[in-house]
């Protein structure tokens, strides 16, 4: 190699956390922060981190420096106290985190729409099709969870909880005696005394998303990256150009960049107060004769501007992905606005509803059981939606237009019959055309927005179903954790009710004194929701699991690729672990299953709801034999299940806390935490948001001079000796490949911003010159990734091989033992508007005509590790970018089957490395030292041969040179 290169190796943990040291081959004492001019590059959740001493890696190459790096980011959890109320502290913060996790799969549904670069837009990403029925789908889920406290406060605690009888006063006896000062209070009174339970429930699970915050912030690129917009003088943000038209996603310069503030967050509250108003007029309005007028006017009011605060979700989510950084009027004072009129409005009927008269104490809570009912509905309608948000415009043209006339006919049917049908009905059955008729304008406004697939529906996961498969698994799981939390308070309430007493006779037995069990009523949804839904979920998934289990034992296996020689004595113990890799690999197909009963389950419980609640169906319900053998044991199923549920969430959460390992349900967490917080503002907090810019300004760092990092001037820096190797494990690949994209487009911008005043053709092509140079000095090197059959399934706008440029593939078989055999799909074709360097392969300047610029590694028994081409056999074409790793583990005391970790200790790591390192030193004219002295001792050879040929091939030669020249 030549002397001159100093090469910075930057090693990338994934899922498993690896620690520093392992990733550096040390000893855990062996390790100290990474520092850059005598500033240390970690804190307490991630950084940079270095060996005291070299490891053996660094001194492989003695002509050349190369300084080994570990970025650790899985201290990202954001919230890691210590002490006994640290974690206990931790440990709520861990449940909190489990009933966030719905949203966190709203915002992923939000990311696997359509979604295209647009620097006119905030973030630099436009919104999409369908970005506003998303937002309103993650209002409606924090509603739900606002109905569910509501029901469990305001019903159970506040009505069902307090009776007279025999002129006493009685209340539940599992009540806490902090509540005995409600027994002397009214019906009113005491709902408005509990009515700020749901509000301040939400604004927990918000303290709880916020909390986990974290952003990676330079003390000047930061502010000017956020502020820049690329704009073209004497345009109007409308009509400008988008200079982004034909660039990835993930090259947006803003993606990664977020100012903490969330008018949405704002609005979620804001409706949640507006929400627990209207229980409280609505109630008021059935219970109270003389304040009935007052309490429909505040009921009136809070629907006004519930619908006020829906709308203005759904522009602002039609608008932009982030709220714009400088406008004339901003979306948080219109925000705050709203905020302080639904606090207006609330206080205003407390103080109504406590004055006023209630005619019936024992009255049922009625309004609580309609409510959830309409939520679930609408959700299940928004749900369904995501089918139609990646259609051509055609089709979502003629489905916009059938659903539009599905709503305007249901809105007629449901005017003609207002004289026969309750109020409350009738406006239910309203809101639900006109959501209907919502969704369908949204469709038909489809514009440019369609997706860009060249290898076909068959690429993406679920046929392009993506967004609406996300939503209904957020609706399973916002529905199941509704059911938790009221049928597990009402059930506690209920408990106080049952009076035991030993039986003398048989000291084994107790005898009932007083059965009263059923005081508490829960509404029904929630018996459903969690009992008929849930286990309808679970038994679908249980059953087409039994039946993949069939692939551990069937087929031929898992042969492809071959067994290495070397490991062919452990054959066996491989192929076993093979199968049951593959056997976890089918989690698409299961979640396809989750998804579709989930659909069907929503129906079976708003159907099983409405008729057991309104009108003579309940009558006919119980009355079949089926209703009357299997309710009762459906009860105390729903209740054993989801106690189970319950306590192991409260176990896991309790574990994660006392052992420290970080994350609750820590996959869920990095799969789900990874994407920008777009969709719903009380999603898990993204930790990309941090470690994608913290690795981009690490790389620049190092490339230029790193005492002038911020300086505008800083490309001018750039050191000509200087590499990286950026080595990337798992879902560290996803950060390092978005910090690539990331660092483009940062000094693609830096360098546009330095030629204001140059033309816009010349300045793009000199920033386009500049970006390619710096990043030919980067080299990728990926093991055990899955961005080829999930990611890029997944998310095809923003992982897709029309990101990547590497070929497809289809989704997994269900029950075959190999499920990836025969599913290659070829390598899509370059779009004539896209340029090359699009592609990752392109960005780095590498490919066919290029030098190698990335190397994946993988084996066949890891479960969480996928080739990046193809599978050996799949495809005659060449696969340059895919090497297998040895299925044994490298430095085990027996013989074991590596899985998913261990890859750095590997010689297919060592091989691959010293591949991509080689490559350097034919860069910018520069022969290694071999092939200059190879080149020498052939011309000295070449001499001593002219010299000492014989003398008659010399005359010849000689006699050649003096004949004259024929004419």
């Given at each position: 190699m030549s002397s001159a290169l100093e090469i910075l190796e930057l090693r990338v943990h994934g899922v498993r956390n690896t620690p520093p040291h392992?990733?550096?081959?040390?000893?855990?004492?062996?390790?100290?922060?990474?520092?850059?001019?005598?500033?240390?590059?970690?804190?307490?959740?991630?950084?940079?981190?270095?060996?005291?001493?070299?490891?053996?890696?660094?001194?492989?190459?003695?002509?050349?420096?190369?300084?080994?790096?570990?970025?650790?980011?899985?201290?990202?959890?954001?919230?890691?106290?210590?002490?006994?109320?640290?974690?206990?502290?931790?440990?709520?913060?861990?449940?909190?985190?489990?009933?966030?996790?719905?949203?966190?799969?709203?915002?992923?549904?939000?990311?696997?729409?359509?979604?295209?670069?647009?620097?006119?837009?905030?973030?630099?990403?436009?919104?999409g099709t369908g970005a506003a029925l998303v937002r309103l789908f993650s209002l409606l889920l924090t509603l739900l969870f606002a109905t569910a406290v509501a029901t469990a406060a305001m019903d159970f605690v506040a009505v069902q909880c307090f009776r007279t009888e025999n002129g006493q006063r009685q209340m539940c006896d599992a009540l806490p005696h902090w509540f005995d000062g409600l027994r002397d209070l009214e019906r009113g009174q005491r709902l408005a005394a509990v009515s700020i339970f749901p509000i301040l429930a939400v604004t927990l699970l918000a303290a709880v998303s916020l909390s986990s915050d974290v952003r990676f912030r330079t003390r000047f690129t930061d502010q000017k990256r956020v502020q820049s917009h690329l704009k073209v003088p004497g345009e109007k943000p409308k009509t400008r150009r988008n200079m982004l038209k034909d660039a990835p996603v993930l090259a947006a310069p803003r993606l990664w960049i977020r100012r903490v503030n969330s008018p949405t967050g704002v609005a979620h509250i804001a409706a949640t107060v507006l929400l627990v108003a209207f229980l409280l007029a609505a109630?008021?309005?059935?219970?109270?004769?003389?304040?009935?007028?007052?309490?429909?006017?505040?009921?009136?009011?809070?629907?006004?501007?519930?619908?006020?605060?829906?709308?203005?979700?759904?522009?602002?989510?039609?608008?932009?992905?982030?709220?714009?950084?400088?406008?004339?009027?901003s979306r948080m004072a219109l925000a705050v606005a709203l905020l302080l009129a639904s606090l207006l409005v609330y206080l205003l009927t407390v103080v109504v509803v406590c004055r006023a008269t209630t005619v019936n104490e024992t009255a049922p809570f009625t309004v609580a059981q309609i409510v959830p009912i309409v939520l679930v509905a609408l959700l299940a309608i928004f749900a369904t939606s995501g089918c139609f948000m990646r259609l051509s415009p055609a089709a979502a043209v003629f489905w916009g237009t059938l659903l539009w006339c599905c709503g305007f006919i249901g809105g007629l049917i449901i005017v003609s019959r207002l004289d026969r049908a309750p109020m409350s009905v009738s406006a239910a059955y309203g809101v639900c055309a006109i959501c209907l008729i919502a969704v369908a304008a949204s469709l038909m406004k489809q514009g440019e927005r369609a997706p860009v697939r060249p290898l076909g529906r068959k690429a993406e996961a679920w046929h392009g179903l993506a967004p609406a498969v996300m939503m209904y698994l957020s609706l399973l799981l916002a529905a199941f954790y509704s059911s938790a939390i009221v049928v597990g308070i009402g059930n506690w309430l209920q408990a106080g009710g049952l009076l035991w007493q030993q039986d003398t006779n048989h000291p084994l037995f107790r005898n009932l004194l007083k059965d009263d069990a059923s005081a508490i009523k829960i509404?029904?949804?929630?018996?459903?929701?969690?009992?008929?839904?849930?286990?309808?979920?679970?038994?679908?998934?249980?059953?087409?699991?039994?039946?993949?289990?069939?692939?551990?034992?069937?087929?031929?296996?898992?042969?492809?690729?071959?067994?290495?020689?070397?490991?062919?004595?452990?054959?066996?113990?491989?192929?076993?672990?093979?199968?049951?890799?593959?056997?976890?690999?089918?989690?698409?197909?299961?979640?396809?299953?989750?998804?579709?009963?989930?659909?069907?389950?929503?129906?079976?419980?708003?159907?099983?709801?409405?008729?057991?609640?309104?009108?003579?169906?309940?009558?006919?319900?119980?009355?079949?034999?089926?209703?009357?053998?299997?309710?009762?044991?459906?009860?105390?199923?729903?209740?054993c299940a989801l106690t189970a549920a319950g306590a192991l969430i409260v176990g896991a959460a309790i574990t994660s806390a006392a052992v420290g390992t970080g994350r609750p349900l820590g996959?869920?967490?990095?799969?789900?935490?990874?994407?920008?917080?777009?969709?719903?503002?009380?999603?898990?907090?993204?930790?990309?948001?941090?470690?994608?810019?913290?690795?981009?300004?690490?790389?620049?760092?190092?490339?230029?001079?790193?005492?002038?990092?911020?300086?505008?001037?800083?490309?001018?820096?750039?050191?000509?000796?200087?590499?990286?190797?950026?080595?990337?494990?798992?879902?560290?690949?996803?950060?390092?490949?978005?910090?690539?994209?990331?660092?483009?487009?940062?000094?693609?911008?830096?360098?546009?911003?330095?030629?204001?005043?140059?033309?816009?053709?010349?300045?793009?092509?000199?920033?386009?010159q500049k970006t390619r140079e710096l990043l030919s000095r980067i080299r990728l090197l990926t093991f055990g990734i899955q961005l080829r059959p999930y990611f890029g399934r997944f998310f095809p706008d923003l992982w897709g091989p029309a990101v990547l440029g590497t070929p497809g593939v289809k989704g997994p078989r269900y029950f075959a033992s190999d499920p990836w055999k025969d599913r290659f799909l070829p390598t899509p074709p370059l779009l004539p508007q896209n340029p090359p360097q699009g592609h990752l392969v392109g960005l780095l300047r590498g490919g066919a005509d290029g030098p190698g610029v990335w190397q994946n590694l993988w084996r066949r028994t890891d479960y969480l590790g996928f080739p990046v081409y193809s599978y050996p056999n799949d495809t005659a074409d060449k696969n340059a970018l895919d090497a297998t790793a040895l299925e044994i583990e490298p430095d085990s005391y027996q013989a074991l089957v590596a899985t998913h970790g261990n890859y750095f200790k590997t010689s297919s790591y060592a091989v691959a490395r010293e591949s991509l390192l080689k490559d350097w030193e034919f860069q910018e004219g520069r022969a290694p030292a071999g092939t200059t002295m190879a080149v020498v001792v052939v011309g000295v050879m070449g001499w001593f041969w002219w010299r000492l040929r014989p003398d008659g091939s010399r005359l010849k030669v000689q006699a050649a040179k003096d004949k004259p020249d024929e004419m």
């Open positions: 392992e990733m550096l081959g040390v000893e855990p004492g062996d390790v100290v922060p990474a520092d850059a001019d005598g500033i240390k590059l970690a804190d307490n959740l991630a950084g940079f981190y270095k060996a005291k001493q070299p490891p053996a890696e660094a001194l492989l190459a003695p002509d050349s420096r190369i300084r080994i790096e570990a970025y650790s980011w899985g201290k990202l959890d954001r919230f890691a106290p210590s002490g006994l109320l640290g974690k206990a502290a931790r440990a709520l913060y861990n449940i909190g985190w489990f009933l966030i996790a719905p949203f966190g799969l709203a915002n992923a549904a939000y990311w696997a729409r359509v979604l295209k670069a647009d620097n006119r837009r905030e973030g630099d990403v436009g919104p109630d008021l309005k059935a219970n109270s004769k003389d304040d009935a007028a007052a309490a429909t006017t505040f009921a009136a009011i809070a629907c006004f501007l519930l619908a006020v605060v829906a709308g203005s979700v759904m522009v602002w989510g039609s608008k932009s992905v982030r709220a714009p950084f400088k406008v004339r009027f509404p029904f949804l929630y018996w459903a929701a969690g009992g008929v839904m849930v286990l309808l979920v679970l038994a679908a998934v249980l059953l087409v699991a039994a039946l993949m289990l069939s692939s551990l034992w069937s087929g031929n296996g898992v042969t492809n690729p071959d067994i290495a020689e070397v490991e062919q004595p452990y054959t066996s113990e491989i192929l076993a672990v093979r199968r049951r890799s593959a056997l976890l690999q089918r989690g698409e197909r299961v979640v396809e299953i989750a998804a579709l009963a989930t659909m069907f389950g929503v129906i079976v419980v708003l159907a099983l709801t409405i008729l057991h609640e309104y009108g003579p169906g309940r009558q006919w319900l119980q009355q079949q034999w089926l209703w009357e053998t299997f309710a009762p044991a459906g009860t105390w199923v729903t209740t996959l869920l967490w990095d799969l789900v935490a990874w994407l920008p917080r777009a969709g719903h503002p009380f999603g898990p907090a993204c930790y990309s948001e941090r470690a994608v810019p913290e690795l981009a300004s690490r790389m620049l760092q190092w490339l230029t001079d790193q005492k002038k990092v911020d300086d505008p001037e800083v490309l001018d820096q750039v050191q000509p000796a200087r590499r990286i190797l950026l080595a990337t494990h798992s879902l560290g690949a996803v950060l390092g490949i978005a910090a690539l994209y990331h660092l483009a487009a940062t000094v693609q911008q830096k360098e546009l911003d330095a030629r204001e005043n140059m033309a816009t053709a010349a300045a793009k092509e000199a920033a386009e």
